[in-house]
Structure formats: structure tokens, C-alpha cells
């Protein structure tokens, strides 16, 4: 079959680090289909700018009828799902958008490649993949002595942001049941590294520190998450994609649980080291801690057992490698935090990118 893939949402954070990783390694053409919302960013292409193998499409996975000719025109072995609306406080102070592209974007998607799977040999229909990228968030919240998240624990969304996940998941676990659709599911825990738009934690702490803002930090920052450095996610992916049988979900962690002012204080102390202020104190008195996040789930945990025994798949990197590699990324790319802090990010498009 050919080798060629579609992904979607390859713009943003952890789909462009596929993308590069993918081209990097020689894999095959792909396909990147963004809307280029505020997330996403062509500046993070900007090595993959020229290279033939990667072909870039701005449009919505929600115009089914868009999604088919990509399907027809570019035959692919397989589509893998990163678009989405992904921040869930922007989900709490305007759900519209995450139930458009997470709920009914995701179903025009379905729609679109159960036409073109049906449309293949059977041989081709075999080889082919949905992998629907989930994350951690649909199974609720965990007190502290609770067992991590197993493939298995009940579904219990608590943002608008894991309910619009949750329902995009039970889509693609519909589509495999009633259609026979060869589909894949991954669920994954807080993800960090290059490209992070920079308002989630880590990217933000980053930010805001150097700028000599303050670190905000909800409540008392006891809240505990799962840490994967992206690239490790990534290379599950791929392996789940090379090796996953149809219709199983995978959850995918870093077995690094951490409450979120440890990681605040964590970075702060390296920028203590890699970039001190110049009043020679410490950024962490820059802390401030703010009013908690409405329904703020206490604690997340995943057990990536299962890819771990069945795929044979294990992060790379620890906590400390990655933090490390990460906080670097940020020094030396502080034009890519200006381009996105100002919003010039938005002209990239106009400013750089030829369409094709
Ligand atoms: P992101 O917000 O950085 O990027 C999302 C991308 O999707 C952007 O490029 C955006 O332009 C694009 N997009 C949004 N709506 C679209 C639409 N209707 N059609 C086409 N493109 C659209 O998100 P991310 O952090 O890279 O997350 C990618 C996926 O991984 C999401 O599905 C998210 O739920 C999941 N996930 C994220 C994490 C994490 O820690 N970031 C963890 C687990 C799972």
C-alpha cells in the first residue's frame, strides 16, 4: 500500500513534533491538514518548509467533503488525529469551539475516511489505520493512593475539554464496532518540549519568568500529573501505528507523576542556574498562587502497562533528561516565544509558507 499518511492538526504542539520526526526519519510522505487556529503555528515547520515529503493543507477536518479529496488525491495508509481544540481553560470559558472540532469535527472526519476505507481493496482495507490521538484527562480524576489509569477505567470527563475528548473517543470506538473501521486509540498524559504553546504550564512558567512575571499557580499546586516528553510520545504513536491491533486503545505515560509546584520550583531553580536575574534572587519568588480552576481535577495517573509488555514501547527520557532538553529549547528559541507571545506567528503563513 502506499506509503503515504494524513495527519491532522500537525500545525500545534505535539502533531508538528510528529511531523518533523517523521520526515526525520525517512518514513514517507505525509499529509498535514490544520485549520491554524491560535495553536497552530507554521513556524514550527519551518525545517520541513521545502521538503517535498511533507505537504501541507490549511482546512478543517470538519469539511468532510475537503477530507475525502485529500483521501482520494494522496491514498493513504493511514490518518492519524492530533487536531483538536486542547486547553481546557479555554474550554471552561468557551466549550462551543471544543465540542465543533473534538465532537463534530472528529465525526466529518470518520465519515470521510469510513468512505474512502470502503472504497479499498480488500487487501488495502486491512493494512489500514485510524489513529485517534486521546488523551488521559476522559478518565476523570484519581485521589492520591488511587491505581493509575488502566485501558479499562471508566470513562469521567470532568471539563468540557475531556467530555468533547471522551465523546470523540467513543466515536472512534463506534466506528470500529459498527463498521469494522481498523482503528486505534491512544490516550496520553501531560505532554512537554519544543513548539508547547505558551500557555500551558511548563512553556508559560518559562515565559513568565523570564519576562519577570508572575508564576501563576492554581490553588496550592498540589494538583499531580503524569509528565511524557513529547518525543516519546511520538515514537508510541508510531509504534502503536506500526504495531497496535484494530480497535484497542493504548494508554501512553512517562511513569513520572509530579504535582504541579514541583515542577513550577523544578524550573525555576534551572533558570536560576542556566539564566539568573539579574537581582540575584530566585525565580521562585516569583510564584503567586491564583484562584483554583473551576472542577480542577486533583490528581492524573497513567499505567502504560500495555503498550509497554504488548508493543514493547518505553520513554527515552526521564523527567530530569527532558525537563533539561526543554527548558534549553526555550533559551535558545526565544524569537519562536516572541513570534507567538506578540501573535506575529500569525502571519507566517503570508510572511514564509508557500501553500501547495
Ligand atoms: P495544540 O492545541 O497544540 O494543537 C492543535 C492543532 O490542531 C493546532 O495546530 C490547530 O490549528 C489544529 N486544529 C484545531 N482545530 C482544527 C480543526 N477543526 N481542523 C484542523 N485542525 C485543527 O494541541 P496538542 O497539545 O498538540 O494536542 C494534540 C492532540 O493530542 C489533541 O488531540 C490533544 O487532545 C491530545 N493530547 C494532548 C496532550 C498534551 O499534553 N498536550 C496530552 C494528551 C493528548
Not at 496520553?188 to 508547547?196: A, F, I, R, T, V
Request: with cysteine; charged share 20%.
Amino acid at each position: 500500500m502506499n506509503k503515504t499518511i494524513i495527519v491532522t492538526g500537525g500545525a500545534g504542539f505535539i502533531g508538528a513534533n510528529f511531523v518533523l520526526a517523521w520526515i526525520k526519519q525517512g518514513l514517507g510522505p505525509i499529509v498535514n491538514l490544520d485549520k491554524l487556529t491560535y495553536a497552530g503555528n507554521l513556524e514550527n515547520l519551518v525545517e520541513v518548509q521545502h521538503n517535498p515529503e511533507h505537504i501541507f493543507v490549511h482546512g478543517d477536518i470538519g469539511d468532510q467533503s475537503l477530507v475525502a479529496e485529500l483521501l482520494a488525491k494522496h491514498k493513504p495508509c493511514a490518518v492519524v488525529n492530533f487536531a483538536a481544540e486542547s486547553h481546557v481553560d479555554r474550554s471552561i470559558h468557551g466549550p462551543a469551539d471544543f465540542i465543533q472540532t473534538n465532537v463534530v469535527g472528529t465525526f466529518h472526519l470518520l465519515e470521510a475516511v469510513r468512505a474512502y476505507w470502503g472504497s479499498l481493496s480488500l487487501e488495502n482495507r486491512k493494512d489500514f489505520r485510524f489513529l485517534h490521538v486521546s488523551t488521559d484527562e476522559v478518565y476523570g480524576s484519581l485521589g492520591k493512593t488511587d491505581a493509575a489509569f488502566t485501558e479499562t477505567h471508566p470513562y469521567a470527563p470532568n471539563s468540557p475539554y475531556s467530555a468533547s475528548k471522551a465523546s470523540s473517543d467513543h466515536l472512534v470506538r463506534a466506528y470500529h464496532h459498527t463498521y469494522g473501521m481498523p482503528t486505534l486509540t491512544t490516550n496520553c498524559s501531560n505532554n512537554y518540549g519544543p513548539h508547547h504553546f505558551p500557555e500551558k504550564l511548563i512553556p508559560l512558567v518559562i515565559h513568565n519568568a523570564l519576562a519577570g512575571k508572575p508564576l501563576p499557580i492554581y490553588g496550592t499546586g498540589h494538583q499531580v500529573r503524569d509528565w511524557l516528553y513529547v518525543e516519546d510520545h511520538c515514537a508510541a504513536i508510531r509504534r502503536v501505528l506500526e504495531a497496535g491491533q484494530v480497535g484497542e486503545v493504548y494508554n501512553i505515560g512517562g511513569w513520572n507523576e509530579k504535582p504541579n509546584i514541583e515542577i513550577v520550583k523544578t524550573l525555576c531553580r534551572m533558570l536560576d542556574e542556566k539564566k539568573p536575574r539579574e537581582d540575584g534572587k530566585s525565580y521562585i519568588d516569583q510564584i503567586a498562587h491564583v484562584e483554583d480552576r473551576l472542577g480542577h481535577d486533583q490528581r492524573y495517573a497513567i499505567d502504560a502497562t500495555k503498550i509497554a509488555t504488548q508493543l514493547g514501547w518505553k520513554p527515552k527520557e526521564t523527567f530530569e533528561t527532558g525537563i533539561e532538553k526543554t527548558v534549553n529549547w526555550y533559551l535558545d528559541h526565544q524569537d519562536w516565544v516572541a513570534n507567538v507571545v506578540s501573535g506575529e506567528y500569525r502571519h507566517w503563513v503570508a510572511k514564509h509558507y508557500a501553500e501547495r
